[in-house]
């Protein structure tokens, strides 16, 4: 196995880990609250990464197109596939060489997508909230986060 590759599956195997049982490299003390407003309470954070969000906002005005275009890719793919396994009927013998071209367009298609869906996708993305009577743009955290706040579930929407 490449190095490369192994240090991929070991960086990814960590940061599975490290979120699964929510390690953390320097925790800070968590927000303390009164029981009874505990049920009620969420914590937020302010964005601190405006550049990937607006490259992912710039972006968004182009997702249409970009699923037009992965769209227009795949049924390329479903013809080429369909291609190559007729040739390989016709002439009643398997030849992998009429499979390389659809493989390579397949790798291809497949990680441009996985490419732009990260680009397209940040994680605040997913985290992003707006907070009645707070100006600014605002994700979800955790209690120990550092610069969280507890406000109201109520006035929290997604």
Not at 73 to 98: H, I
Request: with cysteine; aromatic share 16%.
């Amino acid at each position: 196995m490449k190095p490369l590759m192994l240090f991929a599956i070991v960086a990814l195997v960590s940061i599975v880990i490290v979120t699964s049982f929510d390690l953390q490299l320097a925790p800070q003390a968590a927000i303390m609250l009164s029981p009874e407003t505990a049920a009620d309470a969420l914590y937020i954070c302010p964005t601190t990464s405006g550049f990937w969000d607006g490259f992912a906002s710039a972006l968004s005005y182009f997702k249409q197109y970009m699923i037009i275009i992965l769209f227009f890719a795949v049924m390329l793919l479903a013809f080429s596939w369909g291609w190559a396994l007729y040739q390989n009927l016709l002439n009643d013998s398997f030849k992998r060489e009429s499979f390389q071209k659809p493989w390579q367009l397949t790798k291809f298609t497949f990680w441009v997508s996985v490419i732009i869906l990260l680009f397209v996708m940040t994680p605040n993305h997913f985290r992003s909230v707006t907070v009645d009577g707070l100006n600014g743009q605002y994700v979800l955290c955790e209690s120990d986060t550092p610069g969280a706040r507890a406000v109201r579930a109520e006035a929290v929407h997604n």
